[in-house]
């Protein structure tokens, strides 16, 4: 492993310098295009991103970033999280439940819902962490871009950027009037709405609200017709912006979000036969369910937030952002998705299952920020970090569809976050620039657990830690360095080393109080990446790629596993602990030849296997444990192959009547399993899916978009799980059709 990783040091060491060696010959390259002044004109459109503090140019990023622009979020529809991982390979999902969906970047990621859990790869909001899946469920109208972030991020970002991020950046306020509307319709009673308003309050002063509305009667239905898979959203946020002085601005932000969903279709394949290789078949095209009690989603997150930057220091820009994020989370589930009657006929020796939680959470963060100014040679960007998240959760799995007793688990989690960051860069003359950062951070996280048995009307307390609570107290170094390469306008490498790792954890659902007040190490992870950014014929071919090899160190993986102390059909969450090897190449391809033709080819290869993994399996009548040795395995979410391609008509612009675009979108990924043992029974067949839309827009404020999604009305898993003697499945949403009606107003 070792050798491996020199060789990837010295193969980027030998592509720059035989990359440089004609370079250098010649005379000095003209400047980069930092400031997209290259985008003006023909060719591909040239995006801005601030992945690493800075403004810069997305092909002068020495980092692997997907980014779309606010005009393409539009364009293809991206509405939710879970359509914004279709559009970017190397990403995936746990869609347990649908509202608080926990992101997996090139393969790292946590399913660990508890109070005492982290995130291993996060999102950020305005440069806000969010910190609890739930916090995803934001607007994603009236964003300026979306920047995707691959590798860990653990220098600039830091908190729990293991590996990778998604950054939410939101338009702000201009100093003149403009508006914008939104109206989709479509099949299942999808009705969307969204308004945009900016206007400039007095001098110095303006204002941008948004407002969103998301509605759809369920992409299935009941037995006797009652909502399953809808959607149900209110979101609205308003951005105050103030001059204070030359250079100098004050930024304030409330939004919130509220979502409230009916119950999520389930299907027990186990009914169905098993073919080794292919595990269970699929339902033919299911519609119907039949839960004996209908669960819900209702969600509520948002927060507010304040930013101040000044350029007054003279030598650097000197921001201070503070925020508070809240959620309010509760959960009903009917996870066999049928009735007493029909468990009994299939063999389930209980009559339902019903998996219950409630979260409360609040985020407080603090970051302020010195970054250089001026255009020597010489740049750096330094600050400091703090983090409170307050976490209350109580979970529940009831094996009847009428219980009678409880068996609830309540945990309650303070986690202190403090760090000191920097990262600074040199650039010579002749194109090369060296940079190298690091981040301490002080993590302190208490986790108190209390479990309730017996009949609901008199519970008793199993165990209570309150008075002596688990505590992960730890301070963690991570760095990143490296070097890239600009050799001409069109050609730029770079090759980096970076760090990222996760605070320990703590068990949801722990089955005494000793169990319940001991932590996991820490995750680490150490990436090593090469890539190549090219531009070619006058900036209409893009070709970018990279390759990575990441050690993963101590990844905690989740897993609900048989327990037979708790019924025929109990469960419990575990906890163990593995180590991985991860390979990939991530590649990015744009052909605009002309102006009526475009195309889009994003490929992500992943190679990720267990070098250490010895997996709980279960729990006897005597509460023994059971255990399979992983080592080998491929690990879980992670396609080995994702393609999303896109290919675009569009007529002249120039014509009196307007003018139309046609657009095609293919999303392949190969299969994958549920979990980490590889067995087939957890397992995602490959599947491609088709979207295609066609756009008239009568001038630029004015446009019609009748498109269409899933056309092929493919049969795909979301998620699943199995219990031995069952293997629930929920699918993803089918083919729907629908039209888009924007106007703005300038």
Same mark, same amino acid.
């Given at each position: 492993?070792?050798?491996?990783?020199?060789?990837?040091?010295?193969?980027?060491?030998?592509?720059?310098?035989?990359? @440089?060696?004609?370079?250098?010959?010649?005379?000095?390259?003209?400047?980069?295009?930092?400031?997209?002044?290259?985008?003006?004109?023909?060719?591909?459109?040239?995006?801005?991103?601030?992945?690493?503090?800075?403004?810069?140019?997305?092909?002068?990023?020495?980092?692997?970033?997907?980014?779309?622009?606010?005009?393409?979020?539009?364009?293809? $529809?991206?509405?939710?999280?879970?359509?914004?991982?279709?559009?970017?390979?190397?990403?995936?999902?746990?869609?347990?439940?649908?509202?608080?969906?926990?992101?997996?970047?090139?393969?790292?990621?946590?399913?660990?819902?508890?109070?005492? $859990?982290?995130?291993?790869?996060?999102?950020?909001?305005?440069?806000?962490?969010?910190?609890?899946?739930?916090?995803?469920?934001?607007?994603?109208?009236?964003?300026?871009?979306?920047?995707?972030?691959?590798?860990?991020?653990?220098?600039?970002?830091?908190?729990?950027?293991?590996?990778?991020? %998604?950054?939410?950046?939101?338009?702000?306020?201009?100093?003149?009037?403009?508006?914008?509307?939104?109206?989709?319709? =479509?099949?299942? =009673?999808?009705?969307?709405?969204?308004?945009?308003?900016?206007?400039?309050?007095?001098?110095?002063?303006?204002?941008?609200?948004?407002?969103?509305?998301?509605?759809?009667?369920?992409?299935?239905?009941?037995?006797?017709?009652?909502?399953?898979?809808?959607?149900?959203?209110?979101?609205?946020?308003?951005?105050?912006?103030?001059?204070?002085?030359?250079?100098?601005?004050?930024?304030?932000?409330?939004?919130?979000?509220?979502?409230?969903?009916?119950?999520?279709?389930?299907?027990?394949?186990?009914?169905?036969?098993?073919?080794?290789?292919?595990?269970?078949?699929?339902?033919?095209?299911?519609?119907?369910?039949?839960?004996?009690?209908?669960?819900?989603?209702?969600?509520?997150?948002?927060?507010?937030?304040?930013?101040?930057?000044?350029?007054?220091?003279?030598?650097?820009?000197? /921001?201070?952002?503070?925020?508070?994020?809240?959620?309010?989370?509760?959960?009903?589930?009917?996870?066999?998705?049928?009735?007493?009657?029909?468990?009994?006929?299939?063999?389930?020796?209980?009559?339902?299952?019903?998996?219950?939680?409630?979260?409360?959470?609040?985020?407080?963060?603090?970051?302020?920020?010195?970054?250089?100014?001026?255009?020597?040679?010489?740049?750096?960007?330094?600050?400091?970090?703090?983090?409170?998240?307050?976490?209350?959760?109580?979970?529940?799995?009831?094996?009847?569809?009428?219980?009678?007793?409880?068996?609830?688990?309540?945990?309650?989690?303070?986690?202190?976050?403090?760090?000191?960051? $920097?990262?600074?860069?040199?650039?010579?003359?002749?194109?090369?620039?060296?940079? @190298?950062?690091?981040?301490?951070?002080?993590?302190?996280? /208490?986790?108190?657990?209390?479990?309730?048995?017996?009949?609901?009307?008199?519970?008793?307390?199993?165990?209570?830690?309150?008075?002596?609570?688990?505590?992960?107290?730890?301070?963690?170094?991570?760095?990143?360095?490296?070097?890239?390469?600009?050799?001409?306008?069109?050609?730029?490498?770079?090759?980096?080393?970076?760090?990222?790792?996760?605070?320990?954890?703590?068990?949801?659902?722990?089955?005494?109080?000793?169990?319940?007040?001991?932590?996991?190490?820490?995750?680490?992870?150490?990436?090593?990446?090469?890539?190549?950014?090219?531009?070619?014929?006058?900036?209409?071919?893009?070709?970018?790629?990279?390759?990575?090899?990441?050690?993963?160190?101590?990844?905690?993986?989740?897993?609900?596993?048989?327990?037979?102390?708790?019924?025929?059909?109990?469960?419990?969450?575990?906890?163990?602990?593995?180590?991985?090897?991860?390979?990939?190449?991530?590649?990015?391809?744009?052909?605009?030849? %002309?102006?009526?033709?475009?195309? /889009?080819?994003?490929?992500?290869?992943?190679?990720?296997?267990?070098?250490?993994?010895?997996?709980?399996? $279960?729990?006897?009548?005597?509460?023994?444990?059971?255990?399979?040795?992983?080592?080998?395995?491929?690990?879980?979410?992670?396609?080995?192959?994702?393609?999303?391609?896109?290919?675009?008509?569009?007529?002249?612009?120039?014509?009196?009547? =307007?003018?139309?675009?046609?657009?095609?979108?293919?999303?392949?990924?190969?299969?994958?399993?549920?979990?980490?043992?590889?067995?087939?029974?957890?397992?995602?067949?490959?599947?491609?899916?088709?979207?295609?839309?066609?756009?008239?827009?009568?001038?630029?404020?004015?446009?019609?978009?009748?498109?269409?999604?899933?056309?092929?009305?493919?049969?795909?898993?979301?998620?699943?799980?199995?219990?031995?003697?069952?293997?629930? %499945?929920?699918?993803?949403?089918?083919?729907?059709?629908?039209?888009?009606?924007?106007?703005?107003?300038?």
């Amino acid at each position: 492993m070792a050798s491996t990783k020199i060789s990837i040091l010295r193969a980027s060491s030998a592509l720059l310098a035989t990359l @440089a060696a004609p370079a250098m010959a010649q005379e000095t390259p003209a400047a980069p295009a930092e400031d997209a002044q290259a985008a003006q004109g023909s060719g591909i459109d040239e995006i801005i991103v601030t992945a690493r503090r800075r403004e810069e140019s997305l092909q002068s990023a020495p980092i692997t970033v997907t980014a779309f622009s606010g005009d393409q979020l539009e364009q293809k $529809g991206i509405t939710d999280f879970a359509r914004l991982a279709q559009a970017t390979p190397g990403i995936n999902f746990d869609a347990f439940p649908k509202a608080a969906p926990r992101p997996f970047f090139r393969g790292v990621g946590s399913s660990n819902q508890g109070a005492g $859990g982290d995130p291993s790869s996060v999102a950020f909001l305005d440069g806000v962490y969010l910190g609890r899946a739930a916090m995803l469920g934001i607007d994603f109208y009236d964003l300026e871009r979306v920047e995707v972030l691959k590798g860990p991020q653990g220098t600039l970002w830091g908190k729990n950027v293991v590996a990778g991020s %998604v950054n939410f950046v939101t338009a702000k306020p201009v100093d003149h009037a403009e508006a914008d509307a939104q109206l989709t319709f =479509g099949e299942y =009673g999808q009705m969307n709405g969204n308004l945009m308003l900016n206007a400039p309050v007095t001098d110095g002063v303006a204002a941008r609200l948004t407002l969103g509305a998301v509605t759809n009667d369920g992409f299935r239905k009941t037995i006797d017709g009652r909502a399953l898979d809808d959607e149900n959203k209110l979101s609205a946020r308003l951005h105050v912006r103030a001059d204070l002085g030359p250079d100098t601005w004050l930024l304030l932000t409330g939004d919130v979000a509220k979502q409230d969903l009916s119950d999520s279709s389930r299907y027990n394949v186990l009914l169905n036969p098993f073919t080794p290789g292919e595990g269970y078949a699929d339902f033919d095209n299911p519609r119907r369910a039949n839960p004996d009690r209908l669960g819900f989603t209702k969600s509520t997150t948002g927060g507010a937030r304040a930013e101040l930057s000044t350029d007054v220091l003279g030598f650097a820009n000197w /921001t201070t952002v503070a925020a508070w994020r809240t959620l309010d989370y509760d959960f009903s589930n009917d996870l066999d998705g049928t009735d007493a009657a029909t468990n009994a006929a299939t063999g389930l020796p209980v009559s339902g299952l019903q998996v219950l939680a409630r979260e409360k959470a609040d985020s407080y963060s603090l970051e302020s920020r010195l970054s250089s100014l001026h255009g020597g040679p010489f740049s750096w960007v330094a600050g400091v970090f703090y983090n409170r998240d307050e976490v209350f959760r109580e979970r529940e799995t009831q094996q009847s569809a009428t219980p009678t007793t409880i068996n609830r688990f309540f945990g309650h989690s303070v986690n202190n976050s403090y760090a000191v960051f $920097g990262e600074a860069q040199y650039k010579f003359d002749f194109g090369l620039r060296f940079f @190298a950062g690091g981040r301490y951070t002080q993590e302190k996280k /208490t986790y108190d657990a209390r479990r309730l048995q017996g009949a609901i009307a008199a519970p008793t307390t199993s165990y209570d830690t309150g008075d002596t609570p688990g505590v992960f107290d730890k301070g963690v170094f991570t760095y990143r360095v490296g070097a890239d390469f600009r050799f001409s306008d069109n050609i730029f490498a770079f090759g980096t080393v970076s760090t990222g790792f996760k605070s320990g954890a703590f068990q949801e659902q722990p089955s005494s109080a000793a169990l319940a007040r001991i932590p996991t190490d820490p995750e680490r992870l150490t990436n090593y990446e090469i890539g190549l950014k090219t531009d070619w014929l006058d900036r209409k071919l893009r070709a970018n790629i990279s390759a990575f090899w990441m050690d993963y160190r101590d990844f905690q993986t989740i897993k609900v596993v048989p327990d037979a102390t708790q019924g025929p059909v109990g469960t419990r969450v575990t906890v163990d602990s593995a180590d991985a090897t991860i390979k990939g190449v991530e590649s990015e391809f744009i052909l605009a030849p %002309v102006d009526w033709f475009d195309a /889009t080819v994003r490929y992500t290869y992943l190679h990720p296997y267990f070098t250490r993994f010895i997996q709980t399996a $279960g729990f006897d009548i005597n509460g023994d444990p059971t255990f399979v040795d992983g080592a080998g395995n491929r690990m879980s979410r992670t396609p080995k192959h994702a393609v999303t391609a896109t290919a675009g008509l569009q007529s002249s612009r120039d014509a009196s009547w =307007g003018w139309l675009r046609a657009e095609v979108t293919m999303d392949y990924q190969s299969d994958a399993f549920e979990n980490n043992i590889n067995d087939f029974k957890e397992y995602r067949k490959p599947r491609t899916l088709w979207d295609a839309s066609l756009t008239y827009h009568l001038d630029d404020r004015y446009s019609v978009q009748v498109w269409g999604h899933n056309l092929t009305d493919r049969n795909y898993r979301i998620w699943q799980t199995n219990g031995g003697v069952y293997q629930y %499945v929920q699918y993803g949403a089918p083919r729907q059709f629908g039209v888009t009606l924007r106007a703005k107003f300038l």
